[in-house]
């Protein structure tokens, strides 16, 4: 069984997560595997939306598998693989949809900020819990969607967000009972396809650009690296 279901609806490509009895927690070969479909959509010209989405609506993604058995060297290529990761979702030269359903935590939460558009289903948890093991991650991406007063308090906290205070904050763009969120996220996907797929693609460039997201994603990339080489790091299985 694969960790990650691809699908092509048209115009637009579903990935679709697939570990439900790990709340889809990251390892190393899934990183792997979602890292290789972002390059591939990322040359694709015609593709005119990505959604990021669970093969379970019960959970997103809750983060980094820390039952992994890793090894240090093995636990820093996870981390470059995590780090590759969130420079890919950026990367994607079209808007990207997160579809967020339960847990959606540390890498979850951070996957979900990448994307230009968010799905928010009912039972949503979406927390930045690096805090807890002093992981410096979030300010990258979240300051950027909520303010940095709102961010700061979300990220030393770690509290986590449910679906009325996501779209009462503008980080989800469209809420729904958690069964529903994918659907609802494709007719989002849908609209934008409609558009001019040429203009879809500058606007995306032009935001990024505007925002100066690929240096600031970098910078704390190298952050996270460093934590994981040389401090205390994720644990390891």
Known sequence: MTSLVRERRGDVEVLRLNRPEKRNALDTPTLRLLNEALRELSDDGEIRAVVLSTTSSGAFCAGADVTEPLDAAGGVARMEAFA???RLVDQVPVPTIAVCVGNCVGAGAEIVAGCDLRVAGDNLKLAWAGARLGVPVGPARLTQLVGLSRAKELIYTGRPVGADEAAATG??????????AEAV????AGLIARQSSAGIRNLKEMFSELEGTARRIAYENERLIDFQRNSVGLPQG
Not at 171 to 180: K, S
């Open 84 to 86: 590759e990761l969130y």
């Open 171 to 180: 980080l989800a763009q469209r809420t729904a009972p958690a069964g529903e």
């Open 185 to 188: 996220a494709l007719e989002l």
